[in-house]
């Protein structure tokens, strides 16, 4: 595979990485809510302050606040972690002439 044949891969690769990074979903589980983007990367995870005081009984917003904050930045650290650790094993056990097919679309 020529130099010209992995620059054109290479920009295929970032085209279509730049197209999964547009589109966005939304999921919600009792107090938590996030929003992923086409590569599994956590965009923002969010705490539902009044269904958290709900679901742990406590009134104390103050320790609801630092409890959400906690879990929000949890979520989203743990969610990169995987995709990272994903990433790595998916690169790993791929050789190129798999993403080429893949690439292709054959």
Same mark, same amino acid.
């Given at each position: 595979?020529?130099?010209?044949?992995?620059?054109?891969?290479?920009?295929?690769?970032?085209?279509?990485?730049?197209?999964?990074?547009?589109?966005?979903?939304?999921?919600?589980?009792?107090?938590?809510?996030?929003?992923?983007?086409? $590569?599994?990367?956590?965009?923002? =995870?969010?705490?539902?302050?009044?269904?958290? @005081? &709900?679901? +742990?009984?406590?009134?104390?917003?103050?320790?609801?606040?630092?409890?959400?904050?906690?879990?929000?930045?949890?979520?989203?650290?743990?969610?990169?972690?995987?995709?990272?650790? $994903?990433?790595?094993?998916?690169? =790993?056990?791929?050789?190129?002439?798999?993403? @080429? &097919?893949? +690439?292709?679309?054959?």
């Amino acid at each position: 595979m020529g130099m010209i044949d992995q620059a054109k891969m290479v920009q295929k690769a970032m085209q279509a990485r730049n197209s999964m990074s547009a589109v966005k979903a939304v999921g919600k589980g009792g107090s938590l809510g996030v929003i992923f983007n086409g $590569l599994y990367a956590t965009k923002e =995870a969010k705490v539902i302050r009044s269904e958290l @005081k &709900e679901e +742990l009984g406590i009134e104390d917003n103050k320790l609801i606040e630092k409890i959400a904050r906690l879990i929000e930045k949890n979520v989203v650290n743990a969610n990169e972690d995987a995709r990272k650790s $994903l990433e790595k094993e998916l690169s =790993a056990n791929t050789s190129m002439d798999k993403i @080429k &097919e893949m +690439l292709s679309g054959n």
